[in-house]
């Protein structure tokens, strides 16, 4: 059996690889691009995007060209990345795929945004498309941006006198002094109308403070200053920065130049610029520093002292000094400052304290910055759930949004909260210890802006700190809260809105009602702190953390020191949107003040890891799971019954098969519920409920048979009416087959593949070749000690078929899709009698295929790996580009070792697809052959039937089902499975030149 770390191992390595590829695939793209080969360029670069499928800049840069070259459905694509990162180019972008849709309103509204917040020149063609747009929404006219110099200038379409237009910023009326059609624009303000007639011109308002945004960090390395900026409105700019001493004093103005810096983000196109401040020029200042954008922007990070390691490291040494004096000294000072860093292995043992702490009373301090819409809804929902005596404290950090400003100066005026007004802006930290200040020995919930409350949300945080003297903190569930996320601990979920927010925050209330769990630490987004722990361990530090992320962590670990605790209160939850206030640069931030917590307390990093394997909270999530799944039903009703539908998680032809099933059964009237497989990281199988209809329930694992009667109880009360077993990989099979009959209903056996008999699932012997099936377990012994396993269980192969004879004795109905498998099946299990239902309907004729080439271009699809035929296609390739022949291959799909097929230059592989996509890529491939080269007999094969459907006579082996699909429809060639590799690349050649070879297939059908 392969180890958790050898598949963790393996995972790595195979990431590696496809980032390499990934790379490799981009930068024949640009290569080709800047060649002018655009048809070239679009083949790498979508091989690319798909090794890479996380890469913004990939997208963006594929979907432009797909949008230059023609190809519809670019404008979803594009508006996605304008709203997300706010990109001229993504905005022009729409704006043109938008046109040609024909939606000239949308696509002026797009050329807006592109005008109206953003820097650059305008071409004869772009002033074009801005005059078209603007008559055709209605517009007087447009504005837009450009740079003259060193300064910004706001431009006017030509015809517009600047005297009959109306400009206001913020709301002020303001006067600028054009020249021409041209006029400097002010650096300060949120917005600048530019209106004639009473009506907008396109591109008003003006977003000057998205003209003015920096996105950076700056961080202290080997006691200098170092970090990245760049203007997102104005790429090509070079940032300069101002440096600050902590009183305020210039120290330099520079501006960021260092092309080289390794700055990742998730932003595409993004143009950061590094720079670094050595020792020697802060010698003279006091620290901390300060170091914002030109306009006063404080990069992420600031302020900061690049001196503070050394001077906690000198402030030791002096310690040491009087501790242990070379002069001996009449007194001896304490050495409780020997050690700075606080390593998290260190027990406290509890603090004593009295039996019942007094309980106090509670204020919520909510630290804004950025997002009034968000900021708002957070503050409507606290007014509908907290007691009259509680305090809200809202700290402004000097928000830069005027539309924020002004509602909370109207929520304080209404008497909604306290506000407190920072004179700049200092971060999370600092804002939230003005906050706690102001609180007056209350207790503490410390609640980010971009949050949802609902129903008794801090009473269930309340009880849950007083349930013990020494609790500390306590913090609820989330959709976004690290370790605290629900329903999935690691990775993202979706964020409810305020009605599902009220459901989910109800049910946990019920599943978990006064249940806690311990924590290394709380999460910051909604921690409710004990005013005595407070008082004995300090506020958040200001010094370190910058605008924030870790000093919550930094805090608990305080805490735990001194004999706190810290726990998740697990029936409550609390809605978190999720980095509002950072933007583009809060990775860089994330990981600059990560490396400040580990070094402040050594061991962090894997106590957090040891907390994740452990996962103490698995039972709290599995039971708020089991309740929204309970509800999910309970609104169902269970008149039109159930049907239980056993599989794995792989996804695959099984997936595919499964997924049909069940919109055949809702189509039927019946409800469908998956129990999904799958193999866990220790090792073990573990059985997962699943009803993608109703929600997801990704902490609905039962180990079976252990928890066989609690799944039991679930099952029963849904109405289930039938059983289909689709597969058992990743299951118990013996907890599976104890199930069906515990629940005493008819079940049925869907076969998909050769599991049921064969250890290697597939008919692979040792030797890299189909193994015939041999009847004897002593044979297929020796070919598992050669080469292994795949049914990830440790059996016999003489166990393995008597055990799936027992299921299938016990079935009221064998299923499979071709007679191929019915007949291998009966070899091994001559008692069932299976009944034939093909998985799809092979009677469209493929569609004639034109050649338009001497090259006889061959496309085969899906995963290519062992079974399916890479040795052969490798061979194949090889043997082309030996011989010159003028065929080429493509993989729409991937391979065991796309390096090694691509190195011949006779193939050419796409990368992964999802199935709707397979058709349009098969026929993108513009191969007039499809080959199928699986050395295995198939059970179905859903990769034929997309060939089919992209109108592609198909050559296969003459194997399994494979074979006996295309030998009843005609549609393709078989060839005997033992034919070398210059006997297949001829007779492809031979099919290819033909027009697709729809000859007779090879006779003689191979069992």
Not at 73 to 78: E, R, S
Not at 556 to 583: E, K
Not at 836 to 847: A, K, Q
């Amino acid at each position: 059996m392969t180890r958790a770390s050898e598949i963790a191992d393996d995972l790595v390595a195979l990431r590696a690889r496809r980032a390499e590829a990934g790379r490799e695939a981009w930068q024949r793209g640009q290569a080709a691009l800047d060649a002018g080969c655009e048809a070239v360029a679009l083949r790498w670069l979508d091989r690319a995007a798909r090794l890479v499928p996380g890469d913004q800049t990939l997208v963006l840069t594929l979907a432009l060209l797909r949008l230059r070259l023609g190809v519809p459905g670019q404008a979803a694509i594009l508006a996605r990345l304008a709203a997300r990162f706010d990109l001229r180019i993504a905005w022009l972008g729409l704006a043109e795929a938008r046109r040609r849709e024909g939606d000239a309103g949308s696509a002026a509204a797009a050329l807006g945004r592109a005008l109206s917040g953003h820097v650059g020149a305008l071409d004869g063609q772009l002033a074009g498309l801005a005059e078209t747009l603007a008559a055709a929404s209605g517009a007087p006219g447009w504005c837009a941006v450009t740079r003259e110099g060193t300064a910004l200038t706001l431009l006017l379409a030509p015809g517009i006198d600047p005297r009959a237009l109306r400009l206001t910023r913020d709301g002020a009326p303001l006067r600028l002094r054009f020249a021409g059609a041209r006029a400097r624009l002010p650096v300060r303000g949120e917005r600048l109308a530019v209106c004639l007639d009473g009506a907008d011109l396109l591109g008003s308002p003006i977003r000057l403070a998205a003209l003015r945004r920096i996105s950076g960090v700056v961080w202290a390395e080997q006691g200098e200053l170092t970090g990245w900026a760049w203007h997102p409105a104005e790429p090509d700019r070079l940032a300069e920065l101002v440096l600050r001493d902590r009183r305020g004093r210039l120290i330099r103005r520079f501006l960021a130049r260092d092309e080289t810096i390794l700055a990742r983000g998730p932003e595409p196109l993004a143009r950061p610029r590094g720079f670094r401040l050595g020792v020697a020029e802060l010698a003279e200042f006091a620290a901390p520093f300060s170091l914002a954008s030109a306009a006063g922007e404080n990069l992420l990070g600031s302020p900061l002292d690049p001196g503070a390691a050394l001077g906690a490291a000198r402030a030791q040494v002096r310690a040491i000094a009087r501790a242990f004096p070379a002069t001996p000294a009449r007194t001896r000072p304490p050495a409780a400052s020997l050690d700075a860093p606080m390593p998290v292995d260190l027990v406290a043992l509890p603090a004593r304290r009295g039996k019942a702490a007094r309980r106090r009373r509670v204020a919520v301090v909510v630290p804004a910055y950025r997002d009034r819409d968000a900021t708002r809804a957070c503050l409507d929902a606290l007014r509908a759930t907290l007691p009259r005596d509680v305090r809200v404290i809202v700290v402004d950090d000097a928000s830069p949004e005027p539309d924020l400003v002004a509602a909370l100066d109207a929520g304080a005026r209404a008497g909604h909260f306290h506000l407190l007004r920072l004179p700049r802006n200092r971060g999370f930290p600092a804002a939230a210890n003005a906050g706690i200040r102001a609180a007056r020995g209350r207790d503490v919930v410390l609640l980010n802006s971009d949050t949802l409350t609902a129903g008794n949300w801090l009473e269930g945080l309340r009880r849950a700190v007083y349930q013990a003297p020494d609790i500390a903190t306590a913090t609820p569930f989330s959709n976004d809260a690290t370790i605290l996320s629900y329903p999935r601990q690691m990775g993202e979920n979706p964020v409810p809105d305020l009605t599902l927010t009220r459901k989910l925050a109800g049910l946990a209330a019920r599943a978990n009602a006064g249940r806690i769990v311990d924590l290394p630490t709380a999460v910051g987004f909604c921690m409710y702190i004990r005013r005595d722990c407070l008082d004995q361990v300090g506020l958040l530090r200001e010094d370190v953390f910058a605008q924030g992320y870790g000093e919550e962590n930094d805090f608990c670990l305080r805490a735990r020191l001194l004999g706190w605790r810290h726990v998740a209160a697990t029936g409550v939850f609390v809605t978190h949107h999720g980095g509002a206030s950072f933007g583009g640069a809060r990775q860089a931030l994330m990981a600059r003040n990560a490396a400040v917590l580990e070094a402040l307390h050594p061991g962090y990093e894997a106590m957090i890891a040891r907390f994740i394997a452990a996962d103490p909270l698995a039972g709290a999530r599995r039971r708020l799971d089991l309740a929204r799944f309970r509800a999910a039903w309970a609104r169902k009703g269970q008149a039109r019954g159930a049907v239980l539908l056993i599989t794995h998680d792989r996804g695959g032809g099984v997936a595919w098969r499964v997924a049909a099933r069940i919109a055949a059964l809702r189509a039927s009237g019946l409800a469908a519920i998956e129990l999904r497989g799958a193999k866990l990281e220790a090792g073990m199988a573990a059985s997962f409920l699943a009803d993608d209809e109703a929600g997801d329930f990704p902490n609905l694992r039962f180990d079976l048979p252990s928890e066989r009667a609690l799944l039991l109880g679930i099952l029963r009360r849904v109405g289930l009416v039938g059983v289909e077993i689709h597969h058992l990989l990743g299951q118990n099979a013996a907890g599976v087959l104890e199930l069906c009959r515990a629940l005493a209903l008819p079940y049925e056996i869907h076969v998909h593949d050769h599991a049921w008999l064969c250890p290697r699932v597939a008919l692979l012997g040792a030797a890299g070749r189909y193994c015939g099936a041999p009847l004897e377990p002593e044979v297929c012994r020796a070919c598992v000690a050669d080469a292994g396993q795949l049914i990830e269980e440790d059996i016999d192969t003489a166990a393995l078929r008597a055990r799936s004879a027992a299921f299938f004795a016990g079935a009221a109905r064998v299923v499979v899709p071709s007679r191929d498998t019915r007949a291998r099946l009966a070899r091994h299990f001559p008692a069932i009698r299976a009944e034939i239902v093909p998985w799809e309907n092979d009677d469209p004729p493929p569609l004639a295929q034109e050649r338009g080439s001497d090259v006889v271009r061959v496309v085969l699809a899906g995963a290519i790996g062992a079974e399916k035929g890479y040795d052969v296609l490798l061979a194949c390739a090889r043997d082309a580009a030996r011989r010159g022949l003028a065929l080429d291959f493509t993989v729409v799909g991937y391979t065991a070792d796309d390096a090694r097929l691509m190195a011949t230059g006779k193939v050419f592989i796409t990368g992964d697809y999802q199935r709707e996509e397979a058709v349009s890529l098969l026929r993108a491939a513009h191969a007039g052959l499809g080959f199928l080269p699986s050395i295995v007999p198939e059970t179905w094969c859903f990769t034929l039937s997309e060939l089919w459907r992209a109108g592609l006579a198909v050559v296969a082996f003459d194997l399994g089902a494979q074979a006996e699909r295309i030998s009843a429809t005609g549609h393709g060639l078989l060839l005997p499975p033992d034919l070398p590799a210059p006997a297949i690349n001829d007779a492809l050649l031979r099919a290819g030149l033909r027009g697709g070879g729809l000859g007779a297939p090879t006779a003689g059908h191979h069992a």
